[in-house]
T-cell receptor
């Protein structure tokens, strides 16, 4: 059972470049989430999707976009990366968009220079 | 906005007990999670409280007081592998998780 996979594991990116972080889950969970984790700030929600075909904005959505074409995949795109987007990005999923336990992927460490 | 406070760091000795406190002020309340996160790894689920009281799960227990906006995670019989960050997260009215900054626990021999 893979759970949630993320790719790439890490990436160094020039400012202004476009980048898509990939996230796939095999648990048939309805809800998926993207967080960023920065030292001293904890995990902050970027975007979420309660079910395939729908997405919503979290606490820090600016500069990021998502899509949810099917149940399993939830890619996060940085249209034009900036250094402040240097962070560790975690994808998570839960059975529903309610108070269900969220399960996290291994993370992507992104550095924007 | 959401305000979730927990201590930044705690140190304890192997075999001892440590209590990690979390206080919160959020837009509504639909439960509180504790996650464990080892350095360089993903957060993993430890506990969920939605009603007042103590939930015990092996060496780990979690307590909630909704009227006080307060929770704690109790780690007993500490082991070296318990060295990690512990994240408090509150489910608010919109059913989204708001996380505290995390408490890094260091267990010393």
């Amino acid at each position: 059972i893979a759970g949630i996979t993320q790719a790439p594991t890490s990436q160094i990116l020039a400012a202004g470049r476009r980048m898509t972080l990939r996230c796939t889950q095999d648990m048939r969970h309805n809800a998926m989430y993207w967080y960023r984790q920065d030292l001293g700030l904890g995990l902050r929600l970027i975007h979420y999707s309660n079910t395939a075909g729908t997405t919503g904005k979290g606490e820090v959505p600016d500069g990021y976009s998502v899509s949810r074409a099917n149940t399993d995949d939830f890619p996060l795109t940085l249209a034009s990366a900036v250094p402040s987007q240097t962070s560790v990005y975690f994808c998570a999923s839960s059975d529903s968009g309610g108070a269900d336990t969220q399960y996290f992927g291994p993370g992507t460490r992104l550095t924007v220079l | 906005g959401q305000n979730i406070d927990q201590p930044t760091e705690m140190t304890a000795t192997e075999g001892a007990i440590v209590q990690i406190n979390c206080t919160y002020q959020t837009s509504g309340f639909n439960g509180l999670f504790w996650y464990q996160q080892h350095a360089g790894e993903a957060p993993t689920f430890l506990s969920y409280n939605v009603l007042d009281g103590l939930e015990e799960k092996g060496r780990f227990s979690s307590f909630l007081s909704r009227s006080k906006g307060y929770s704690y995670l109790l780690l007993k019989e500490l082991q070296m592998k318990d060295s990690a960050s512990y994240l408090c997260a509150v489910v608010s009215n919109d059913y989204k998780l708001s996380f505290g900054a995390g408490t890094t626990v260091t267990v010393r021999a």
